[in-house]
């Protein structure tokens, strides 16, 4: 009778952690000699210069709007300059006693974009809601009714104006960019040949040339006596601009599409719009989200090119704020950073929304 001795097998090494911030700085940070060396030099170039920037921005910086303090020797940063004058740079140009109106005006207005944005506000009650909230920012910010004192667009400027111009201009901009995007497909040659010239002509020049024409140039061509007010020519020229790249961002979402669903619709009896709107743009949209939302932001940041035509954005009321005061003026990179700061809240808002929508069309993927 054979016996068996039990033999024992050697223990194996317990696997090694993929999780928690020690793997993760292993592998992103020292997964081999060159990451290594990339994370030691850069890392050196942080410690050396991130504690200086610190000490300049926050433990030296003057926060109080005392010229003599920020002409110290020791002194930091002069948040000063922002103490003194962040109504204008707010505001602008706005009547100083009144400013009160275009706060009031870009509070309900950035309102309704938050409320635009959650989705249990898709009502229809949403779109007149929107024509109210405009027609009471513009009397808040035109005047000349209710006591309110008259003051011309050419005086409005600031955050208010910067709010104003990037939401229309978005909110105008979408359809026509719809329009143009399926048309750039059609089957028929007159209408995909105008959408083609259109894209390709605005993407093939600067914004800056069209504010200039829409300023400048446009009212040449106008009749005698009939004048547009240059506030709506720039909007105009902005929407445009902001259609043409979004009408390309559009076309590659219907391009993505399989042919085989609008084949599938043709074989239903659907007809050509009732495709557009059930099947295919709501795959098309879903799938070009991020480039949607980056074309976005771009453009509220190409707002900052009207003060080219003499409308003083953000940007502008800024540099007119401090450049104008001779004291101020060897402090305007902290004015920058300000306004830098304030781009940047409204930007990472508008890309944190872009991935709740990006989760919210991804569920039906999921099941």
Same mark, same amino acid.
């Given at each position: ?8 097998? $050697?223990?194996? /090494? ?42 300049? %921005?926050?433990?030296?910086? @003057? ?21 003194? +004058? ?29 409320? =635009? ?23 808040? !910010?035109?005047? #000349?009714?209710? #006591? ?32 143009? %995007? ?16 259109? @894209? ?5 020049? /600067?914004?800056?040339? @069209? ?46 599409? /399989? ?11 659907? =007809? ?14 879903? !799938?070009?989200?991020?480039?949607? !939302? ?24 800024? +540099?007119?704020?401090?450049? =104008?005061?001779?004291?101020? !003026? /060897? ?8 306004? $830098? ?20 069309? #991804?569920? =039906?993927?999921?099941?």
């Amino acid at each position: 009778m054979n016996t068996t001795t039990f033999q024992p097998i $050697a223990a194996r /090494p317990a696997p090694a952690n993929t999780s928690g911030p020690l793997a993760w700085i292993k592998a992103n940070l020292l997964a081999d000699w060159a990451t290594a060396v990339s994370t030691l030099v850069i890392g050196g170039v942080l410690l050396w210069y991130v504690p200086q920037i610190l000490n300049w %921005a926050f433990v030296k910086a @003057v926060w109080l709007p005392s010229f003599d303090a920020c002409q110290g020797k020791d002194a930091g940063a002069c948040w000063g300059v922002i103490s003194e +004058k962040y109504r204008l740079i707010i505001f602008g140009r706005y009547p100083f006693e009144e400013q009160w109106r275009p706060l009031v005006a870009t509070l309900i207005l950035t309102g309704l974009l938050v409320l =635009s944005c959650m989705r249990t506000c898709w009502k229809f009650w949403l779109a007149p809601l929107w024509l109210v909230v405009l027609a009471v920012y513009f009397l808040l !910010m035109y005047g #000349n009714v209710l #006591n309110l004192s008259k003051v011309d667009t050419e005086r409005w400027g600031g955050l208010p104006l910067t709010i104003l111009l990037a939401s229309l201009s978005l909110i105008m901009s979408f359809p026509i960019a719809l329009l143009i %995007a399926l048309g750039r497909r059609s089957n028929l040659p007159a209408i995909r040949s105008f959408c083609t010239v259109y @894209v390709e002509l605005i993407r093939g020049v /600067p914004l800056i040339s @069209v504010l200039f024409m829409a300023s400048f140039m446009f009212p040449l061509f106008m009749p005698q006596g009939l004048q547009i007010d240059v506030l709506v020519r720039v909007l105009a020229g902005i929407t445009l601009f902001a259609a043409a790249y979004l009408a390309e961002v559009i076309r590659g979402g219907l391009q993505a599409v /399989p042919k085989g669903q609008t084949e599938a619709a043709a074989t239903l009896g659907l =007809s050509y719009w009732q495709t557009q709107r059930k099947i295919v743009l709501p795959q098309a949209l879903s !799938m070009v989200v991020p480039g949607i !939302m980056n074309s976005f932001i771009g453009t509220f940041k190409d707002t900052s090119l009207v003060t080219i035509v003499s409308l003083y954005e953000l940007t502008g009321s800024m +540099k007119l704020a401090i450049s =104008s005061d001779a004291d101020w !003026m /060897p402090f305007i990179m902290e004015g920058y950073l300000f306004i $830098a700061l304030i781009y940047f809240i409204f930007c990472y808002g508008m890309s944190r929304y872009s991935q709740w929508v990006e989760k919210q069309v #991804n569920k =039906s993927k999921l099941r």
